[in-house]
């Protein structure tokens, strides 16, 4: 849901980078699981400039808020909202088979990254590739089957 950043302040705030669609409502998915097995509840979430910074419960100085720093803030999978039709959790994803057209593997999907103009699917196989996460290079999805097919771009912009 969200990875805690650097120590904002000396009252315990942490910077925060969420993976959530409406930053801001963090809260309403409290208590959080850190990787260690300890649960922490965000008390405040406020933007500050382009990112967020947060209140945890019991954090309250700047020394507390570094011990938390680059941990995770995750939920069970039970509490999180039904994703809209053609709409998918990057968890759901990752872990997928991907096939090319004709059917044959191209590799797995590793992880889905947003670097601003659109999400990629990073395949990991024989060749590593990044495909856009569009319907023309993404046409078929099967959850049930494992898999998706993908049939990437030939060329990529300002290749020649």
């Known amino acids: 849901m ?15 980078t969420a993976f959530t669609e409406a930053p801001l409502d963090l809260r309403r998915y409290n208590p959080f699981s850190l990787p260690d097995g300890r649960t922490v509840r965000l008390l405040k979430v ?38 809209d039709e053609d709409e998918f959790y990057h968890v759901d994803l990752i872990g997928l088979t991907a096939l090319w057209p004709d059917g044959r593997p ?8 947003d670097f601003g103009a659109g999400e990629l699917l990073e395949i990991a196989g024989d060749t590593a590739l990044m495909v856009p ?5 993404v046409p078929t999805i099967d959850f049930d089957a494992g898999t998706l097919t993908i ?7 300002g290749e020649e």
């Open 2 to 16: 969200a990875q805690i950043g650097a120590p904002h302040g000396v009252r315990g705030a942490v910077k925060l």
């Open 46 to 83: 406020e933007a500050i400039g382009k990112g967020f910074v947060a209140r945890i419960e019991g954090v309250d100085d700047r020394d507390a808020a570094g011990t938390l720093t680059n941990q995770t803030l995750s939920v069970p999978r039970a509490r999180l909202p039904r994703p």
């Open 106 to 113: 191209a590799g797995t999907v590793r992880a889905v990254h």
């Open 133 to 137: 996460f569009t319907r023309a290079a």
């Open 151 to 157: 049939d990437p771009p030939e060329t990529v912009a």
